[in-house]
């Protein structure tokens, strides 16, 4: 199938094709990389009708549940067309992944206007997978209204979605006090919308003093964007109560950050560019046949890491020097690129 029948297929609302676009941005197989560029050259320019927003909360917190009830009353009640790209954590060991989000939110993944689509981190740092960047381009391509990317959890790492979405927001569950400490200031740094979940029954009370707190601490971190206050918003996904307030929130917020939303995206573009140069070197060591006898050396200790390093580099095929290739990774911490290019903006 040619790049651009496949692209077609997808545009005229064919899931099957998307999901399949999907699979193949997935593969780590060279032929489907091809394949997968292919395709996204073919794409053009990304959409601006498309909204991208991040989620992410602590385990337990209910993203699933809270993500179903907020997703049916985008398609069901407002008609919007919905897609969810679910992270699941994947096996350090085995490499597997349960991928359970279909199953847990069975009623939006039976709406017409909703397409689920859950994919694995396989190792990936960040709350995000590597290719989920381009499954959001093929999702707009097929002209969804939303894409909603739901993380792996919260943790110090998990900020990689903030760079990929247009909004990020936090669920957090009633009890402030010990959470509140255990989420990382970098996370609250980059929510642009705090979500106060299971304000029901007798964890109402829990969870509007919850909502206080987040609203203090708030106070204390400065806004990512000049044209937006991060605020705090009380739901329940079990009674639906509060989610169309989440919503209308977003809306806001959308239109507040609309003069920077290109700003944001190209240096979304930026943060691919380096990500994509890490993975692709990274590749390409391990694929080193020198790669498994310096990790025996380095394993017996009959070699240090540093210069095992070294060498490894140095016996890269391609066209930079080992130099270039540290130079490289140096840079590739987007979050001092990024950094650096909002200080000059401030």
Known sequence: MTPETRLAAIRSGDRRALA??????ESTRSDHRRETQ????????????????GITGTPGVGKSTFIESFGMLLTRDLGLRLAVLAVDPSSSRSGGSILGDKTRMSELNREPNAFIRPSPASGTLGGVARRTREAI???????FDVVLVETVGVGQSETAVAQTTDAFVLLVGPGGGDELQGVKRGIMELADLVVVNKCDGDLAPFATATASDYASALRLVRPRTKSWTPEVSLASAVTGDGVARVWDALERYRVATEQERDHRRADQNVAWLW???????????????MAAGLEVAVAAGTLGPAVAAQRLLANLRGPYTPATLVTLAAQADTDDILGSRRRSDA
């Open 38 to 53: 292919a395709l996204l050259d073919a794409l053009g320019p990304a959409s601006d009708a498309t909204f991208r927003v």
């Open 20 to 25: 399949r676009a999907i699979t193949l941005a």
């Open 275 to 289: 990500d994509e140069v890490t993975g692709e070197v990274l590749s390409r060591l391990h694929r080193d046949p």
């Open 137 to 143: 381009r093929l999702c707009e391509a097929a002209a």
